[in-house]
């Protein structure tokens, strides 16, 4: 499955805790990737279906929308449904893996990040989204 016409490297973070989202930023740049970051879940899905990334890496305590709820709204939808979505959070255990929406990955605060960018990398590779030449 590949993703047309979504931008290889670029990744949206939803977050609005900068001791989190400030060393994935440097790791990911130092990667070459583009960041766009969202601090509030307002307007994701309609960011996401602009900005088009490879990847999403979210948290689901969001000062404004519950993260499950956009979570279930881009893979609910035909243009969206397709990103990887990973789930950065405090709260991980709020996401019910049976039940809730689908994601392609669930990293607890404190954050691996090498790993989690890692994962990223391996699960893009597979949507032939990043490549060894990309990252």
Same mark, same amino acid.
């Given at each position: 499955?590949?993703?047309? =016409?979504?931008?290889?490297?670029?990744?949206?973070?939803?977050?609005?805790?900068?001791?989190?989202?400030?060393?994935?930023?440097?790791?990911?740049?130092?990667?070459?990737?583009? #960041? @766009?970051?969202?601090?509030?879940?307002?307007?994701?899905?309609?960011?996401?279906?602009?900005?088009? %990334?490879?990847? #999403? *890496? *979210?948290?689901?305590?969001?000062?404004?929308?519950? =993260?499950?709820?956009?979570?279930?709204?881009?893979?609910?939808?035909?243009?969206?449904?397709?990103?990887?979505?990973? @789930?950065?959070?405090?709260? @991980?255990?709020?996401?019910?893996?049976?039940?809730? %929406?689908?994601?392609? =990955?669930?990293?607890?605060?404190?954050?691996?990040?090498?790993?989690? #960018?890692?994962?990223?990398?391996?699960?893009?590779?597979?949507?032939?989204?990043?490549?060894?030449?990309? *990252?």
């Amino acid at each position: 499955m590949e993703l047309y =016409g979504h931008d290889r490297q670029k990744v949206i973070v939803i977050d609005n805790d900068m001791e989190s989202v400030e060393p994935l930023q440097r790791r990911l740049q130092e990667r070459g990737i583009r #960041i @766009v970051h969202l601090r509030v879940g307002a307007n994701a899905k309609q960011i996401v279906k602009t900005e088009r %990334p490879a990847v #999403i *890496m *979210m948290d689901l305590m969001l000062p404004d929308v519950d =993260g499950k709820k956009i979570i279930r709204e881009l893979k609910d939808d035909w243009d969206t449904k397709g990103i990887p979505i990973f @789930v950065i959070s405090n709260y @991980v255990g709020r996401l019910d893996r049976k039940t809730g %929406p689908s994601v392609e =990955g669930v990293y607890s605060k404190p954050i691996d990040y090498d790993r989690l #960018i890692q994962h990223a990398e391996g699960v893009a590779a597979g949507l032939k989204i990043f490549t060894q030449s990309n *990252m």
